[in-house]
């Protein structure tokens, strides 16, 4: 007799229909943003979710730090299988006492849809953690999933290295003046020098190639949305 085997989900779950919901209310939307879960931006609105599979006290003080920054925050968590559960409606009293909204995820439906329960209480938010994020989100082409390991993140930095990699890929070394002709940033000349990655070398004045560190990567990373869509906006520069 074979075992009934239902896969655990994980916070990753949660993600698309959350993103789903938000994209639906006009939001630009990315995941794993400055420590964010998810960050959706519309006009000067920015709302923030953080995701658990379940109602804890980290979830809480996770949330409420956020508050600094975005305009709403929410807690998301996996749909309760009784709405009418003592300890959920507890949880919800405490959510709208300190000013934060709920979305749930139904996991446990074929379709898999979130919905907003409590919407939280809105405030201006103007500041420097507010700008940074905003900033993020605006500098990534793709997304991240939100709730997956750390070390998966294509943060705005990574995207514009990923960008400047396969054009010297493609065109073979560049100064980074001509990097700039080509689509890139302006600070491209910093970002070559500072060399995070260590993606980039200097083989003369002004000009750069790329390392065998970072041709093991774009290899490695071929088939990842990201490398594919630099790769073919490069192959159509002149």
């Given amino acids: 007799m074979g075992a009934n085997m239902t896969t655990k989900p994980k916070e990753s779950d949660l993600y698309e229909p959350i993103k789903t919901l938000l994209l639906s209310q006009g939001f630009i939307v990315r995941g794993e943003v400055k420590g964010c879960d998810i960050a959706a931006v519309q006009g000067d609105t920015l709302w923030v979710v953080e995701m658990k599979l379940s109602a804890n006290i980290t979830l809480i003080y996770q949330a409420?730090?956020?508050?600094?920054?975005?305009?709403?925050?929410f807690v998301a968590i996996p749909r309760p299988k009784n709405a009418r559960d003592s300890n959920f409606r507890a949880f919800q009293?405490?959510?709208k006492k300190l000013e934060l909204g709920l979305i749930t995820v139904a996991l446990d439906s074929p379709t898999k849809h979130a919905e907003i329960l409590i919407f939280p209480n809105e405030k201006s938010r103007?500041?420097?953690?507010?700008?940074?994020?905003k900033k993020e989100i605006f500098g990534r082409t793709t997304d991240t999933t939100?709730?997956?390991?750390?070390?998966?993140?294509?943060t705005a930095y990574r995207?514009?290295?990923?960008?400047?990699?396969?054009?010297?890929?493609?065109?073979?070394?560049q100064t980074a003046k001509a990097l700039v002709s080509f689509g890139c940033e302006k600070d491209t000349n910093t970002i070559l020098r500072a060399n995070?990655?260590?993606?980039?070398?200097?083989?003369a004045p002004a000009t750069y190639n790329?390392?065998?560190?970072?041709?093991?990567?774009?290899t490695e990373n071929a088939s990842?949305?990201?490398?594919?869509?630099?790769?073919?906006?490069?192959?159509?520069?002149?």
């Fill in 126 to 133: 103007a500041n420097k953690k507010s700008v940074a994020i």
């Fill in 64 to 73: 409420m730090e956020r508050q600094a920054a975005a305009s709403g925050v």
């Fill in 93 to 95: 009293k405490l959510l």
């Fill in 196 to 203: 995070y990655f260590g993606w980039f070398e200097k083989i």
């Fill in 210 to 218: 790329i390392t065998e560190s970072a041709r093991n990567y774009l």
């Fill in 159 to 173: 995207e514009r290295c990923v960008k400047i990699a396969t054009l010297l890929e493609t065109k073979g070394a």
């Fill in 224 to 238: 990842s949305p990201l490398i594919t869509y630099y790769r073919l906006k490069s192959a159509e520069i002149l």
């Fill in 146 to 154: 939100g709730g997956i390991s750390k070390e998966k993140i294509n």
